[in-house]
Every structure is written in C-alpha cells, then in structure tokens.
C-alpha cells in the first residue's frame, strides 16, 4: 500500500472524503445488485419460466427494477459523487454544506429502497425510468436538493469568474435533472396528459434524463481528466461552448424519433430525426476537443476506461442518427435493438467515463493508492468484453427479430427460436459484467478499509500531506 503524494492531495478532496465515500459505497452496492438483476431479466428473455413462479422477479418486475436500480442507485450516486468533486475542485475551495450531502444521500438511498419495493408488489408505473410510484418521488426531489447545495455553493463561490467546459456540463446537469424529473412527473404521473401526448412526454424524459443528466456529467469528467492524464491541453477548446449549447439545445429533443411510424402527427418524429441529426455537430466538437485522449500513457487505467467511454459515445451517437430513419427504424423498433443502444449510452459510455474519474478521485480523497494494480486490470479487462457481448448480441438478436418480424410467413415460436443464440450470448456478456462489478466493489472496500486503518491508527502522514 503506497501513500499518495502530497501535491495530489488538496483541502478540498480531504474534506469531502466520508459524504463522497458515502456515495460512491451506495453507487457500488446498487451496481451490484443491478447486475444480478440483469443477469436475470436477460435469462427470462430466452427462458420465460425462469422465477415465473416468484411474483416478485416476474419478468416486467425484474426489468423495472434493473432499470431502477441502475439510473437512480448506481447512476445517480456515482454522478453526484464526481460532479460535486469535480465542482470543488475547479472551485478552489473545499466543498461547503457537507452536512446536507450526507443527510440526502442518506434520504435519497431509502427513497430507491422504498421504491424498489413498491415495485417489487407490483406497484410500478409502467413508464420507462419513472417507474417508481408517484408518492416516492417528492422525497427524491427534496433529497436531491441537499446533495446539489455542496455543488451549487462552489460554483457560486468559486475564487475565480473563469469557467471551464467541466463546470458547464457538471452545472448544467444539476440543475436540469430537477426541472426534467417534476415535468414528467406531473405530466405523466401527478395530472396525466391525454392519448398520444403521454408517448411524447415519456420518449421526451427518456432521452433526457440520459442526454442532459447523465451524459453532462460523464462528459465534465472527460474534459476534466483529459488535460489531467495527457499533459495536453484539450484541442480546439475554442469550439468548447458550441458543443456545449448544441446538446443542450437540440438534445432535448432527440427522443421523439423513437415515434417513428407510431400515432402521431409526422412532424414529431420528424423533428427528432432532424434533432439528432444535428447533435451530430456535438460529437464532432467533443472528438475534436478530446482526441488528445488517445495520445496519453495508455497505461494510465483511467484514462483507458475514459477512452473506451469516449469511443462508445461517439459511436453511440453515430448510430443513434443512422437508425432514426425511417428505412431503418421500421426494421428495427420494438426489437432488442434498442435495448443494446441503451446498453451501449449507459455502460459503454456513461459508466466508462464515470468509472475513470473514480479510479482517479478515489485515491485523491482517501490518501492512499488503489491496492492491486492486478485487480484494477481485471476489472478494466471484464468490463469491456461485457459490454461488447452484450452490446453486439442484443443487436444482432434485434435485427435477427426485426427482419423476421417483417416476414409474415414467419410464427412468433420461429422467430423467438432464431433469437435465443443471441440472447444466451447477451446472458453470458451480462454475467461478465456482474463479475467485474464484484471485483470494483471488492478492490473499492478494500481501499476504504485501509484507509479507514491509516486515518485511525496513524494520521500524522495524512495531515501532513494535507497541509503540504
């Protein structure tokens, strides 16, 4: 075990280490969890009676609450814990309302909790990523107020006006998940919008909640550790804000193309075709300003997991327009196809990224290296042939049905039966992933326990590289 130097360390990481170590111990326990239930709801796709007869893990049980746990259990607390690190940091004061984080992380995790189980009794809304009751979500608002405070007050209070493309993302999405999360809730929960408007809303929310919540975060981690990792400065930075304001503003709209051919008026798909085919202007501006990612110590383990998260985003973002066309949507809707898309933006990106800047602010808050550099391999090596099974089945098992679908001479039994080679091969992606979770969570504890022990039975080297 090796002690980090002390020109890593800074008052704002020691500070902040227990509500940040909170919420990264509540992200893994969650990812976890998420995994197993993963593992499950991929073996009901091929297997139906699988836990069929535990009305708990019914299939459309098990998937609400897989989805559930990933965006609100692990999703969330991990992007709370990197932005508001990253906030403090570029603010260059320690985080202020410590208190209030660790109250509403405390309250945000019973929140999913209770939701969880009023899923599991069959309460669930039905609606993708809202699918917790009505009555749990007022709770979750109030509880996101007190963990955003920390982060607002150092953008607030920053000891500089100069800002940077990470604070942009990591502001932006603080303050637009409330504004998404109570609209939809409202229109789809609270006073329901009638007929086709509630497709509307909910594709609207969908994509939002990854485009300007998640993805803003993962993505004010990248411009953060690039620069960071690389010893370069990011290129083109001048085209920084562009990028920026051109996902914010023609983001939003991008999840209506999921209508493609349904009920509703031509201009809505229309408009999220059109939509994504401009956000396509963003990743151009992002791969211009962090190509310098490919030229760092590919040794570095965050900056290999930020690499392969960068390059899942942009391809994400290539497909997404590709198959908003019509030529292709109609082959591919309500197939597993979108289910790998998803797999794609949540794991190969989102997490990826996210995953690099906790293996780079981990050893900043706690003092102390990673113990096995071994284990840090594994995981990296689990996660990415997880993610391309999974990814690469659950897509050739969607245009394997899409194609069939079309072919009226073909039977559902037929057509389930050309699929199941490929959703055993997603089954099996998704067992890898759960694997690599465990290891993360086990190579995470471990670093928590020693330096628990260190802070506990020696702190003089701590305090001694605090205030160096």
């Not at 009794?121 to 990523?129: D, I």
């Not at 209508?259 to 151009?284: D, K, Q, S």
């Not at 050739?396 to 001479?409: E, S, V």
């Not at 099996?428 to 802070?455: D, K, N, P, R, Y």
């Amino acid at each position: 075990m090796t002690q980090v130097t002390s020109n890593a360390l800074s008052e704002s990481d020691t500070s902040s280490r227990w509500p940040l170590s909170l919420l990264l111990c509540a992200a893994l326990k969650w990812l976890v969890l998420a995994g197993v239930l993963s593992v499950i709801s991929t073996i009901q796709l091929h297997t139906p009676s699988f836990l069929a007869d535990c009305s708990w893990l019914t299939h459309g049980r098990t998937q609400a609450l897989q989805e559930t746990i990933f965006i609100y259990g692990w999703a969330a607390n991990v992007g709370f814990a990197v932005a508001l690190w990253l906030l403090g940091r570029l603010g260059g004061a320690p985080l202020r309302g410590l208190g209030l984080l660790t109250a509403g992380t405390v309250f945000w995790n019973l929140g999913v909790a209770f939701g969880l189980v009023c899923i599991a009794m069959g309460e669930a809304t039905g609606v993708p990523f809202l699918q917790m009751p009505a009555y749990v979500h007022p709770l979750l608002l109030v509880a996101y107020a007190a963990i955003a405070t920390p982060g607002i007050l150092a953008w607030t209070g920053r000891r500089q006006r100069a800002t940077f493309a990470t604070q942009w993302y990591a502001v932006a999405a603080l303050f637009l998940f409330p504004w998404l999360y109570s609209a939809a809730q409202v229109m789809l929960l609270g006073a329901p919008v009638r007929g086709i408007g509630q497709a509307v809303v909910a594709v609207w929310f969908g994509q939002n909640l990854l485009s300007l919540w998640l993805i803003p975060i993962a993505l004010a981690a990248a411009y953060y550790l690039v620069p960071k990792l690389t010893g370069r400065t990011i290129a083109n930075y001048d085209f920084a804000p562009h990028g920026f304001w051109a996902l914010l503003f023609f983001g939003a709209w991008t999840g209506t193309r999921q209508l493609v051919g349904g009920p509703v008026p031509a201009w809505i798909p229309t408009m999220g075709i059109v939509a994504t085919l401009i956000v396509l202007f963003h990743y151009v501006i992002v791969a211009l300003n962090l190509r310098g990612v490919l030229c760092g110590d590919k040794r570095d383990i965050a900056l290999r997991f930020v690499s392969f998260g960068l390059v899942a985003y942009l391809i994400g973002g290539i497909f997404d327009a590709i198959f908003a066309f019509q030529t292709f949507a109609e082959v591919v809707q309500f197939t597993y196809f979108p289910m790998a898309q998803l797999k794609l933006a949540l794991v190969g990106a989102y997490s990826f990224l996210i995953l690099g800047a906790v293996y780079y602010l981990a050893p900043r808050i706690t003092g102390l290296a990673w113990p096995s550099s071994g284990l840090i391999r594994m995981h990296f090596r689990l996660m990415v042939l997880g993610t391309l099974v999974t990814v690469v089945s659950l897509g050739m098992a969607g245009w394997t049905q899409g194609h069939a679908l079309l072919d009226a001479k073909l039977s559902f039994a037929a057509i389930a039966a050309s699929t199941r080679p490929w959703l055993l091969a997603a089954t099996a992606g998704e067992a890898i992933l759960l694997l690599g979770s465990l290891v993360l969570t086990v190579h995470f504890f471990l670093l928590q326990a020693a330096a628990g022990c260190s802070t506990f039975g020696s702190t003089a080297p701590a305090m001694e590289a605090s205030a160096s």
